[in-house]
Each structure stands twice: as structure tokens, then as C-alpha cells.
């Protein structure tokens, strides 16, 4: 497919490419299948007991769960933001918007993210920003403008050089975005999150990210949607021919940067956010154990949606909550806050299931 300059085009391009083509990973995986649970056949808890809520933003969620930055800016995002506003709402989950560049130029679009704080009144929304802009003329109140058009609770500036590399018509310009985020955090009304779109942060970005203010970072690692793929099925039919497409795999699994970020608790107060390749509640309970707060969920949402409408979304929410309540039982952890000192088992390097 060649790729188009409209912001409008490309919003609609990468849903297509997300719902209908195969745009996971191919070799990188999230490694959360590196562990197992750590059985207790003695949980002194019945499962009736088991609540997986949680505090997020000042509101309190009955999962831990977002459902994350997807879309926005294109007629078509409308209804999938509606869709998945009225899940949240139902569920009371978190909800993040898509990028909302197009704003700062134009409000032709604001319907399509504006419906999402229109058909849930009570959730935590969250605005979203490339961190490239950060580089332009976007100033502190253009942002705050935008936040409140769309009724959002916090702001997410998302960082993504590699996809910005490979996308056709991309703005691979990050100098200066770490100051830029430095002052934001310190003088926006709402939280600033910042994530990755699935290559992943590390422990060492993330070190940089909390001297810099930053209180929320979603790591957002490898092995679920490669936006490096998703940009070089843009570029091109013949993905292989081009030179940079070995990047496709590029990132960090999402259970390292679990592990790696997790472990500057001892010095910082922050709330950890694991998204990338989350597929289930079992995977959600594992990302928890190993150290994240809550998790972060995209792609698998969108194409549920897309394949089955609000009935197949409810279901698959349903079997999450089911999933992460029945990993929570067989760990003996009653709440989340149990769930954080579950151990999990390292299966053998020989594993294959």
C-alpha cells in the first residue's frame, strides 16, 4: 500500500492495518511466557473474594486496566471511540484517545475524540500527544486547550523514534522532547504519562523520564503490534525489499521493561503501566506480578470490535476480568495490591508448549 500525507488517511490506514493484516511481531516476543504461576494449593480465600479493582487518577476502576491510546482524527474513529467509551463507562475503565496532532491545527475532527468523554461521564479519559511535537511551536497552553476539549484527565506524550522513522511521512525530530516534558509536568493541571507505542522503555529512559517530573510511564514493550511493520506495509507491498525492514522486530520485550523499570521503585514514587502484547488476563496478571500497576490493552480491543461489535467486546472484557480473577485465586492473591508480591516460576529455558 502507499502510504498517504492526510493525517486523516493515515489514522484510517493504521486501523486497517491493525484489524485486517498481521502486523505483530514476528521473532520478539513479550516474554511474559518465560514465567509461570507460583501455585498455592492452599489460598485461604474463596474466589467469590478475589476483586481485582484498583485506584487510577483519582478514580477507582473495577480492573486494572486501560484500554489504550487507539485512534481519533478520521469520520471512521467516531464509532470505535463511542464503542469502546461505552465499554469503559459500563466496566469503569480507563480510556485512552488516539494522537491528537490534528487538533493543534484544526477542531474538524474533535467529534471523534470528544464522543469518548460524551459516552462516559465517570471514567478516566486520557489525551495523547507525539513527543516530536514537543519540538515544534506546541506550547504548554495549546495542549492544556486540548485537554480540555476533550474532557481528559491526564495527558499521555507518547515516544515512538522508530516509528516516526519508518512511517513515510514521518518527524523523527526528538531533540529536546526530555526538556520539553520537563516542563510540562510541572506546569499542566492533569498528570503526564508518558509511552512507548511498542518498541519499549527501559530502565534507564525511564530513570530520565522520573528526575524529569514524570510520575506515570507506560513501557509499552515488544511483542504485540509492531508499529515498525504496521509503517513498512505502508511504505511498501514488498516489505522485505526495503532496507530497513529487519526493524520490524526492534524493541525490548515487555517483560523486561517491567523488571527494568520496576526496580526504580526504590528510589522513586511512580505508577507503572504495562502495555504491549497483553493478550489476556492471565498475561495482565503476570505484568502485575512482576511489577506493574495496571496494564494497557489496544490492538486485540480494536479487532474484536471490528469483528464482532459491542456484544463481542463485553464478552471479551467478561473472559479478562474471569481470566485475571482465576490467576489471582490459584496465586492466593485476594486484591491487586496482593497480586504485586505474588513470585512468579521461570519455566525451563526447554520449555515448548
Not at 526528538?174 to 526538556?179: D, I, K, M, Q, S
Not at 522520573?210 to 513498512?232: K, N
Not at 461489535?309 to 496482593?338: C, H, K, P
Request: charged fraction near 20%; include cysteine; hydrophobic fraction near 45%.
Amino acid at each position: 500500500m502507499l502510504a498517504s500525507n492526510q493525517p486523516s488517511t493515515r489514522k484510517e490506514e493504521h486501523v486497517r492495518l491493525c484489524t485486517e493484516e498481521d502486523v505483530r511481531y514476528r521473532s520478539n516476543t513479550t516474554g511474559l511466557e518465560r514465567y509461570d504461576f507460583d501455585y498455592v494449593a492452599l489460598p485461604e480465600i474463596d474466589f467469590q473474594e478475589v476483586t481485582p479493582q484498583t485506584t487510577f487518577l483519582g478514580h477507582t476502576l473495577r480492573l486494572p486496566l486501560i484500554v489504550s491510546c487507539m485512534t481519533g482524527g478520521y469520520s471512521g474513529a467516531t464509532a470505535i471511540n463511542a464503542a469502546l467509551a461505552r465499554l469503559c463507562q459500563r466496566w469503569q475503565l480507563a480510556m485512552g484517545l488516539g494522537s491528537m496532532r490534528a487538533l493543534l491545527e484544526s477542531h474538524q475532527q474533535l467529534e471523534s475524540f470528544r464522543i469518548a468523554r460524551d459516552q462516559a461521564p465517570t471514567i478516566p479519559i486520557i489525551a495523547n500527544i507525539g513527543a516530536s511535537q514537543l519540538t515544534r511551536d506546541v506550547r504548554a497552553r495549546d495542549l492544556e486547550s486540548l485537554i480540555n476539549l476533550v474532557g481528559a484527565d491526564a495527558l499521555a506524550i507518547h515516544l515512538n523514534p522508530l516509528q516516526e522513522l519508518l512511517q513515510p511521512e514521518g518527524t523523527p525530530h526528538f531533540r529536546g522532547v526530555l526538556a520539553a516534558i520537563e516542563q510540562l509536568a510541572s506546569v499542566l493541571p492533569v498528570p503526564i504519562i508518558v509511552k512507548e507505542v511498542g518498541a519499549g522503555i527501559s530502565g534507564r529512559v525511564a530513570e530520565l523520564l522520573l528526575r524529569a517530573g514524570v510520575r506515570y510511564v507506560d513501557v509499552a514493550g515488544a511483542g504485540g503490534t509492531s508499529w515498525a511493520g504496521v509503517e513498512l506495509k505502508r511504505a511498501t507491498p514488498d516489505v522485505e525489499s526495503n532496507p530497513l525492514a529487519e526493524l520490524w522486530d526492534c524493541g525490548i520485550p515487555t517483560a523486561d521493561c517491567i523488571i527494568e523499570v520496576a526496580a526504580l521503585r526504590s528510589s522513586y514514587d511512580f505508577t507503572l503501566i504495562a502495555s504491549g502484547g497483553i493478550a489476556s488476563g492471565f498475561d495482565a496478571a503476570k505484568a502485575i506480578a512482576l511489577g506493574a500497576d495496571l496494564v494497557g490493552v489496544a490492538r486485540p480491543l480494536l479487532q474484536v470490535y471490528q469483528n464482532g461489535g459491542e456484544e463481542a467486546l463485553e464478552r471479551y472484557i467478561a473472559n479478562w476480568e474471569l481470566q485475571l480473577r482465576a490467576a489471582m485465586f490459584v496465586s492466593g492473591a485476594r486484591t491487586v495490591s496482593d497480586l504485586r508480591r505474588v513470585r512468579l516460576r521461570p519455566r525451563s529455558p526447554n520449555y515448548n508448549r
